[in-house]
Every structure is written in C-alpha cells, then in structure tokens.
C-alpha cells in the first residue's frame, strides 16, 4: 500500500516539475495580453515567513463581540495563531506575546496595530471587472486599487460583459499574486454572445446545458443569469447543479412572469441579486406588475421608474403570504444579494452625483458615462422626479423590511455593491452599502458577519476567507477607528471627527492595511495612486482637477 501510494505521489510531483515551464509561459501570455490593463504587481509586501499583527481589537467576523488586545501570527498565507494578550487600558505584558523569528533566514515583519480594530478582508458578491474599451473606459488597474483601498479582498463578478475570458485570466493572476487585486470569483454572464463565434446561440435546452458545460471548462465558478425560456432556463440550472457551478440571477422584468424567485429557486437556483423576482413572488391579486400602458422596458426612465412603485403592488409585512415566501426560501437555503447601494441615486439623485469622493477619484470616463443618457445602461435621469424619489424611499422601506426579517430568521444575505453605474464607484459604494444594511437593521457586527463570513460561504471559499480564524487564510483589514462605532470611518476619504485635545475637526479613517494571502498592501497608498491617475486624466483633457466633471454652458 505504502509503495502504491509512493509511486502515485511520485507521479503527481513529475507532473507539477514539468508543467513549470508551461505555467511561467500561461502567466507571461495572460500578463501580456492584459498589459494596458493591469501591470505586473507592484504593490503589497510580503508573503512573509513570519508576519505579527499586534496588540489591535479582533472583530473576527463570525459576529462575536470585539475583544483584544489581539496578536495574530501569519505564515507565508495562513493564520497559524490568535492570542489574547492583555485588557483593554492596561499595558500587555510582553511576556504574553508571540515571540519574533529571528533566524537570519526568515523574512519577517510586525505591525503595531496598538488600539486599532482587525477584520477579515471583505467579501464584494456582486462586482464589474469592466475592460478599459468598455462604455465606462476605466481600467481593472483603478478598480481593483478602489476595492483593497477599502478593504475588499474578494469579489464575485457576475458579468464579464467583454466575454468570460478576460476575467477568466485575472481570475488566474490574482490567485498567483502576479497582480495587484482582490481575489476574484468568476459568475459569466450565462447569454453573453460568444465573442470569437466557436459557441452556437442559446436556442434551445441542448445548447443551454452545452453552454453551461463550457463555463466550466473554461474555469467559471458559477453562471449570471438574467432570464430565458422556461425551457432554456430550466435546463441550464439543471446542468449547473450537476457540474456543481454556482447560480445567481437578476431576474429580469422580461422573464419574470414565469421566472420569479419561487420558480427559479425551485429548480435550484442558489441567489437573486437586487430584488427583482422577490415582489412579484408576493403578489396576491396580479400575476404581472401593473405597468403603465405607455411603459417601454427599453426606456430606463420608465424601468427603473416603476421599478420604484414595486414593492406597494405586494403582499405587507406579516402577511400570510410575505410569510409563506420567506418560509420557503429560508427551507431553500437561498442567498439574497441586495445591492442596496446601486439604487440610492433613485431616492436621492443629488446626494448621489454631489458624493465628495467623486471630486478626486471618479474618473472623468467613469463620470461622463454617469451623465445623463437614453443610450448607457444606469444613467436614465433626463426627467427624474421628486415623486419618482418619493416612490423610491417607500420602495426602500418595504425592501429592507423583507431582507433584514430574512436575516434574523437565519436566511443568508450577502453585502455586493454593483457599482460602477448610476453615481456608485468602487470601493466607497461597498461601503454605502455596508451603511445601508445598518439602515435596513443590522447591528453593525451583524453588517460585518455579512460582509465576511456569510460572503465567504456564498462564494463556496469559508473553509480560507471570511473570519480571523488558524488555520485560513491571511485576508483582514486594519482600521485606526471602530467600524462598530460609525461605518463610515471606512470610507477612503475618512470621516469628520472632533479632536477633544485641540477641539478641531480632523479627518480620521480609512482603512490602514489591506492584508490579502498574507501580502500587506498600503491601502492608503493605493488610493493616492488612484487620485493620481484621476487628476492625470483630468488634467489630459484639459479639466480642472478640483472639480469631478467638465463644466458645460
């Protein structure tokens, strides 16, 4: 037996020397396909043999309380010890405390994180890696530093609009480290036209389950859907489960007459994003919204208008059917991905293009795509009312009601920003997002277990990534203020804070580290680089830095 296993074990090693070379040549073509979009990494420092975080309070994302002081040891990627090592108010006893490694050999390294709060790196379940010749004309580069400049260690994107392939490949260097990014979860877009023509067009059952089977060739984690034929749709997530793909969907207003979430949750579907499917599944006197006899679904004012009159058309809180659908989804073990976040420019337009962070890190691309327009897809506010906000802010209220009941009645709800459209920008809108599960009633611990621990199980990875635990991963976050306190101290613009010492108003905040498989990246420093490249492309087009847009008379 021993030398069976020896030979298989052999065999194994011969193969991984060999495939050395092949995968230096993968990682060479992959970068240089990418070039204009990412560079090499150049950030980050580390892994390292032995890495220390000392003294910080441990919010460790399973929803327990604070404590600390905390030392955390790191080795090469993994948590390998948490200790207790003092109270809170007294001095810690160096006795208590980890020892450094102090061979010559060993690279080693310690932060002082005295008085700071540590967290597991965040979890974004509902992300856009857009190409740098894509509408919003931002590259992966500035992205991917707005995401680990608040925190955000792993993402799941579920689009992939310029064809899977892309994101397949910097799904593939994140993981190697090769670039300086979040770990990224790969959802195509299930009806996305193929690109280079080798795939037929969805048209039948066959070529749905043909479909789904090469996502998972290609090295897909889970498929996007956003509605299709009952047949299509039933036979894909008939695939999907066999081959052991994820499944999310938005379920579209073109196909949610026989696709809401009971439907779709019945034939295995595993999460919704947004919300659409939900409300209609409560409906009690109408199969279909009552839309308007002059409503166009391609006309975005009218979509997202009555969109905002949704959720008054279904059944109230405490309803026997409200009742009878979380019930359901709660016995389906189903995830609700809110986005929450993507929808506030709805309920307050001007709070949302006036935000501060868009003075120094929206792109002016980024911005110009924002502006205004029947053609780009989120920016339908030519003839936005003060009755459509009105009808947004009662949409809201009824929206939160469900999902914050849905989590305290053990239901999964996940934090995803979606941004990159209608006023949201990366990094900071995933921190709106995390204000708004606060809104809808998370205590904060429970706004984090989302954002951490519950993401990591949505994206099938909580046996590495998602709490402060030995033996995962090394992904966690530093913060110099309590999150638990006030949320907005995440932001990367920092938040307003009375110094009791000289009684002025500073700005305080912001996440310190980003820490992602025991790699340390500056994320401040990441954020100055962003408003760098912003203020250089402003200043390219001749725009005034200090302003996010160009003016126009």
Known sequence: MIEKYLKTLITVLLVWVTSLPSMAATTEALMASLKDDIPTRQHG??????????????????????????????????????????????????????????????????????????????????????????????????????????????????????GESRVIALKELSDRNAITAPRITSFPFFNMPDLNKALPPIKSPKDARTRVRHLKSIGADGIKFMGAPEEILWAALDEAEKVGLGTTMHHAQLDVAHANVLDTSSHGLDCMEHWYGLPEALFTDKVIQNYPSDYIYSNEQDRFGQAGRLWKQAAGPGSVRWNQVMETLLERDFCLSPTFTIYLASRDLMRAYTAEWHYEYTSPNLW???????????????????????????????????????????????????????????????????????????????????????????????????????????????????????LKSLYGTGVPKLNNQTQKVERVGGVRWTIKDGIVYDAKALLEEVRAMVKADKEALGMDPKIPMKVEH
């Open 45 to 162: 420092e580390g892994q390292y043999d032995q890495l220390i975080i000392r003294g910080a309070y441990l919010i460790d994302g399973t929803g327990a309380p604070a404590t600390g002081p905390v030392d955390v040891v790191v080795e090469q990627d993994r948590i390998t010890e948490v200790r207790l090592v003092g109270a809170p108010g007294i001095p810690i006893n160096p006795q208590h405390r980890p020892s450094t490694n102090d061979r010559s050999d060993q690279k080693t390294r310690e932060i002082d994180a005295y008085g700071t709060y540590l967290l597991p790196g965040f979890v974004d379940s509902h992300t856009h890696i857009h190409a740098p010749d894509a509408r919003q004309k931002v590259s992966a580069d500035y992205i991917f530093k707005l995401w680990l400049g608040h925190g955000v260690t792993s993402v799941r994107e579920v689009f992939s609009a310029d």
């Open 368 to 486: 110009d795509f924002y502006r205004a327009s029947r053609e780009k897809h989120g920016s339908f506010f030519f003839n936005w009312t003060t009755e459509d906000e009105i009808e947004w802010k009662h949409n809201y209220t009824l929206w939160m009601q469900f999902v914050n009941e849905y989590k305290n009645r053990g239901g999964k709800v996940v934090v995803g920003s979606d941004t990159g459209y209608i006023y949201s920008l990366y990094g900071f809108g995933y921190i709106q997002e995390l204000e708004l599960l606060q809104e809808a009633g998370f205590h904060p611990l429970e706004v984090i277990r989302a954002a951490t621990k519950i993401g990591a199980q949505v994206l099938g990875k909580d046996h590495d990534i998602g709490t402060i635990q030995v033996g995962k991963k090394a992904d966690m976050i530093i913060v110099d203020e309590n999150p638990l306190h006030n």
